[in-house]
Each structure stands twice: as C-alpha cells, then as structure tokens.
C-alpha cells in the first residue's frame, strides 16, 4: 500500500488545528477567575469586589438618611450598644451580610437552579443603559465612574447576579412568604410581639373638624368626604332653586329643624389637619401639662391590674384622636425585630418595648415622652391579629423577618463550612473611604 504522505501531513495538521480549537473552546467555556476571592466553599468563592460594592451602597443609604458620611469623627465615633466605631460596625455587618449573599449562591447552585435568560437579558440592558447614560456610550468612562465603588462594569453585572440569586433562591423556597404555613407565622408572632393599651395624657390636644354651621362633620372612612344621614334627613335648596351642596359637590341632609344631619354610625369625626394633611397639635399650658402629669400618674397608682374592662374605661374617657376616632382600639403591638422603624416621633416605642419585656400581661406601666405621660397595660396577643388589615403598618417586615429565620436555618452549614481569606480581605477599602453610592 502506497501512502500519500502529503495527504497524510495535511490530515495531521487539521487534527492538530482542531485540537487546539477544541482546547479554546474549553478555556472559553469556563468561568472567568475570581479576582481576590474573599470567601470559598468547595469550587465556589466570592469575589471581594463585591463586599466594597455593598459598603458603597450602605454608605450611600446613609448619607441618604442624613448621617454625615464625609466627616471623619463620624466613623470614630461609638456606637452606643456595642462599642465599636460606626466604621467597624458597618464593616463587620455588611461582611456578614456578603456571607448569606455568597451561602445563597452556593446553595442556588446545589440545587440546581439556573436564573431565568430574561433576567440575564434584564441585566444585560441595565447595564447597557449605564454605560450610555452615565458613561456617555464609552464603557471605559462608565468603569472610572464606578471605580469608586469598587466595580467596573463586568463587576458590576456579577453583582447584579449574585443578588439575583439570591432573590430567586427566596422566592423558590418561600414564595415571599406564601409558603410559610399558618402554624410557623402564628408560633413566630407569640414569641416575637408584645401588646399594650395605653391612657395617654398628652401635653397637647386636638381640635375635630366641625361644619359652617358648628355641628361636628362625620367622614366617610373610605372616601374621606362627609357622609350624611340621608335615610332621617332630607335635602335642600338654596335661593336660586339648586341643591345645596358641601364643598365636595354632595348634596347636604338636613333634618327638620334645618340642622346638618350626619350619619355618625358609618362615619366617623376627625381632628383639623393643617395644608399639609397632618393633625393641628394645640399646646396646652404649663399648668395643665402639670395636671397631666398628676393626672397620669395617680391612674399609674391606682389602676388595679388586671382590670382590663375598668383600664379601657379610662382610654375612653382620655381618649386622644390622631386622624381617626379608635385608631388601633385593639391596642399597640411592639417588636424587637420591627424597633428599627421606632424613630422620629414615635422613638419612645423602643422605650415602652424594653418595659413590655419586663412586664407581665395585665401589668401596669407608666412613662413619660415628649407626646405626654404614658399609662399602659400588657395585653395578651389576640390569635392572627397580623391578618387584620388595619393593623398591617404594624406587621409590616413579619414575613421577612420569618423568612430571613427560616434561611439562616438552611444555610447554617454552608456558613460553617466557608471559609475567609483574610489576605485578600486586607485588601478591601473601609467603609470610610469606599464612594458613596446612590445609583448602583
């Protein structure tokens, strides 16, 4: 047999170019490396890019919240309940806050789940539209802005993807908070809430709204407009022959004797609001705010425990109307994972909190605040009450604080099982000097 040696050395040279075509291919195929990996488990790790991406964005929030992030002796300064520098503080939390993030990934993983080509696409465009908007279609440009947040524009794709993850993984395991059974909400909701009643003897009152004619209005409490008793009382006409009519256009009821007939069953009084919509406070004396004080705390005194019935005989007579007449009639519910939001006006609810946890139900408390002198009583918590509609604002974070319980529980081993780089750690820039980042 002959052989072609040409044919032959051309045959080779195709199987050697196809080889290394393969081998490229390969290579191609592969994940890029993890740049300073920050956190590993098993073949996984966590770029340590996102960790400054993530102090960027709370530094950011911060400042968005009027802390004053520029200045030095901020990030020096202590915070109170536990002694470290607000600059340790937010360190440490946002690294553990990195940690879920990079267990979620994991377990994303090992699970098998795959995120959806729309929400790549999604992210694709986002950032897109960053590098034509902000970087003006020069990506170079955009990764210079970004650079102070410790990303470029590939860097921050794969962090958009990582928080992806994390959300789709949430979702697949609770449904947001549909697939908690009724059981676990309810056991959380006993061993997580408190609820008391209060006689508050405020150092101001109120004044409700009354009409033209000095009679008290009664709203709708759906529509917010004046509602009439129009099965007792009938309309009227003015000189020129037409309805008479309140300033929302309705027709005015009138009973006999020529008087505004409301219908105070369906409606509803509610105090004077200023432009802006919020209750007129009117300022009592020094004198009277004293017999407040006096007021309240001979009620403290007296008020025998355990009388409910007796204790909300008092509300009533000291009753202060804030927008609605009974508002939370069914009482207030305090949580230490919902104190967080106990700020501004309402900041002495943490205060009340720490008494309620000392408190036995029935109990009697009494305290002070700007708002007036505080008697209150622990009530037992009334079965579902997060369901009521009414009592929602209340409730606002329950399901996500369940969720974020029950995920600790599944990621407590990957959490033991990662490890940290604190070589590449070492690397990343504090809080105090990362960007301030609003947009990203």
């Known amino acids: 047999m002959k052989i072609n040696f040409k044919l032959l050395k051309k045959a080779l040279a195709l199987t050697v170019a196809l080889c290394a075509l393969l081998a490229l291919c390969a290579s191609c195929a592969k994940e890029p490396p993890v740049p300073d990996p920050i956190l590993e488990c098993g073949e996984e790790k966590m770029p340590l890019y996102f960790y400054e991406f993530m102090l960027s964005r709370m530094k950011g929030e911060l400042a968005r919240n009027k802390y004053p992030v520029k200045e030095s002796s901020f990030w020096s300064t ?10 340790e503080y937010y360190n440490k939390s946002i690294f553990e806050s990195c940690k879920k993030y990079f267990a979620a990934a994991v377990l994303f993983d090992e699970l098998g789940y795959t995120l959806p080509k729309s929400v790549l696409a999604s992210i694709d465009e986002e950032i897109a539209f960053y590098i034509d908007y902000d970087g003006d279609g020069e990506k170079n440009a955009f990764n210079e802005l970004i650079e102070a947040y410790g990303v470029n524009a590939d860097a921050l794709k794969q962090c958009y993807i990582i928080e992806k993850k994390y959300e789709y993984l949430i979702n697949a395991l ?38 033209d004619y000095g009679n008290m209005i009664y709203f709708d409490k759906e529509t917010g407009y004046p509602i009439y008793d129009t099965e007792n009382g009938s309309f009227a006409y003015d000189e020129s022959g037409s309805r008479i009519k309140d300033s929302f256009g309705q027709p005015i009821y009138f009973d006999a004797e020529g008087n505004v007939l409301y219908d105070t069953e369906k409606g509803m009084p509610s105090v004077e609001l200023d432009d802006r919509g919020n209750p007129i406070q009117y300022e009592y004396t020094a004198e009277e705010i004293e017999a407040q004080k006096q007021l309240a705390k001979e009620l403290a005194e007296s008020a025998a425990e355990g009388n409910f019935a ?37 900041g002495y609810l943490s ?21 007036g002198y505080h008697v209150i009583m622990k009530y037992g918590l009334e079965t579902g009450k997060y369901t009521d509609k009414d009592y929602k ?23 033991e099982g990662m490890t940290v780089n604190e070589e590449n750690l070492a690397k990343a820039r504090s809080i105090r000097d990362i960007g301030i980042n609003f947009d990203y």
């Open 310 to 346: 007796a204790f909300e005989a008092k509300i009533e007579e000291n009753k202060l109307v804030v927008g609605e007449v009974n508002e939370f009639a069914d009482g207030y519910y305090l949580s230490e994972i919902e104190s967080a939001g106990y700020t501004g006006d309402v």
């Open 174 to 211: 609770y449904g947001g908070g549909e697939l908690i059974a009724d059981s676990v909400r309810e056991e959380y909701f006993q061993k997580n809430y408190y609820c008391f009643k209060q006689v508050l003897f405020a150092k101001f009152y109120y004044k409700y709204q009354h009409d």
């Open 393 to 415: 604002s209340w409730f606002a974070s329950l399901d996500a604080h369940i969720i974020g319980d029950l995920f600790d529980l599944r990621i407590a081993e990957i959490m």
């Open 351 to 371: 205060d009340i909190l720490e008494m309620l946890e000392e408190m036995e139900v029935g109990e009697i408390g009494y305290y002070e605040s700007d708002a």
């Open 78 to 87: 202590k915070v109170e309940e536990s002694g470290e520098t607000y600059e």
